[in-house]
């Protein structure tokens, strides 16, 4: 009896320990990670999100946009072994000499910890360019971006569309597209640019819902209640980037990390 009742606990997901991510946990834990990036941990959860979203080590996953790399970190060696990652962003070939540089900077970091990261693989993704050149279609389990949607709306209703659907043709049916972005409230209003750095929630969804995608799952565990998005110079004003300098600094710092959206959406 007691091995039955543990089987169903099993198959109804009680027994939480069991489905735990040990792959996911050692990729966080790793000693490649930036000290500077481990700091923000507490606030970005990434455990809990990415194991929100789904991911599993055996993916073909796109990171959109990695920037610095922050969670490239984690999924280039939890992925290594068993999936792929490709970062999409830029690339050594783009015709712009700034997008070329950025690419060399992300290139280095790579190179620095082949172990960690030697089998990543790059795509062209450029919005303010039209580029989106990262995977064939069909191909990847997952995409991701982590707060970036907020950088892309400058270009263009246009090039948004083209944008979103460029990650619907590269999902496999079924596959999952997973956002995080600062939220701004819905009293408040967004310009055409988002350019306090917050968007609104119900806007992202209609972007995706748009390309065809369908909404699987909200998550409130990057949300934060002490941000009111009212900040002068925008998200930039919080931590990590404390765009005001010395101004209000503390103040700021007891906000910490801005309240962020977490939605999942899904390929039919």
Known sequence: MKRLLLAAAIVCGVAGPA???DALKAAIASGTRTPANVERDAQ?????TLTFFGIKPTMTVVELSPGGGWYTEILAPYLRDKGKL?????TPGSASENVRKGAARFQEKLDAVPAAYGKVQLGAFEPGNGVYNYAPKGTADMVLTFRNVHNW????????KALFASVYDALKPGGVFGVVDHRLPAS???DEKASSGYVHEAYVIKLAEN???KLAGKSEVNANPR???DHEGGVWALPPTYGNKDKDRAKYAA???SDRMTLKFVKP
């Open 19 to 21: 489905l735990a991510d």
């Open 44 to 48: 970005r959860h990434p455990y809990e």
């Open 86 to 90: 490709i970062a999409a962003g830029a």
């Open 153 to 160: 709306i400058g270009t263009g209703d246009a090039n948004m």
């Open 188 to 190: 408040v209003k967004q």
């Open 211 to 213: 390309a065809g995608f």
């Open 227 to 229: 941000d009111k998005a």
């Open 255 to 257: 906000i910490g990390e």
